[in-house]
């Protein structure tokens, strides 16, 4: 998976304040990524030439790090072969458990492991099933995917320089903070509050749509999901 790296003065961007934007860890939810893209794009002013004295700032001083599709085999076999698929497509088990002696499978094969589940933030617990064919299938164990390795991996090289994380998904108006397992808030959970309810009020003033602002487990409670990985492990 390749990132895009953005900022005036690139060369020698290294140690600024760095923001992370990544969509597409569900596989069907395309928008995600093409939304992603759209931030890019306006990050460069080739979007809308009128932003340029406002991006200008946040360039000179943030690195933006863009990973716009953040699960491409389950991607690709969306486009391919069913549009409505969420997961990863590694072979995750057999269905209903049971296994022949030779290992191979009674009822067939399951594929794929949610990424968004596969992080070790309360591994397992909530918001999961271990039927490996369910589409909320975390995995044996966490990280066990390459694509949830490779984030793990970049964050915690660039763990000194992260400053905000956002990941976009396509599903409802709302703006979900941390964390998934549990109604403990945390330690900044009042940063937190205050970007949320910054991000909805531009919402609502530049296209008139009311997003909410909660904590990601008041929506339901997950075990594993991405950002509150990025949370524990920050």
């Not at 600024?16 to 934007?21: A, E, S």
């Not at 939304?35 to 001083?61: C, F, H, W």
């Not at 590694?90 to 499978?105: A, E, F, I, L």
Request: aromatic share 12%; hydrophobic share 30%; glycine share 8%.
């Amino acid at each position: 998976m390749k990132v895009i790296r953005i900022s005036n003065d690139l060369a020698n961007a290294d140690n600024k304040p760095m923001i992370w934007v990544d969509g597409g860890i569900h596989a069907r939810e395309w928008i995600s990524s093409h939304t992603v893209m759209y931030i890019a794009n306006s990050l460069l002013s080739e979007v809308e030439n009128g932003l340029r004295s406002q991006v200008g700032p946040l360039l000179d001083k943030y690195q933006f790090v863009i990973l716009p599709m953040s699960n491409p085999d389950g991607y690709e076999y969306t486009r391919t072969s069913n549009r409505m698929w969420r997961k990863t497509r590694r072979p995750s088990g057999c269905k209903y458990g049971y296994t022949r002696p030779d290992g191979s499978c009674y009822y067939g094969q399951c594929y794929g492991i949610d990424p968004n589940r596969n992080w070790d933030a309360d591994f397992g617990q909530k918001g999961v099933s271990s039927n490996p064919c369910s589409d909320v299938y975390p995995g044996k164990k966490a990280f066990s995917e390459s694509n949830t390795q490779a984030m793990r991996d970049f964050l915690l090289k660039n763990k000194r320089n992260l400053k905000l994380y956002l990941s976009f998904h396509s599903y409802s108006q709302l703006f979900l903070k941390p964390v998934g397992y549990t109604y403990t808030p945390p330690k900044d959970a009042a940063i937190h509050d205050a970007a949320g309810k910054a991000a909805v009020a531009a919402i609502k003033k530049t296209h008139g749509k009311v997003y909410r602002n909660i904590r990601s487990v008041e929506l339901y409670p997950t075990s594993g999901p991405l950002l509150t990985g990025c949370i524990c492990k920050g």
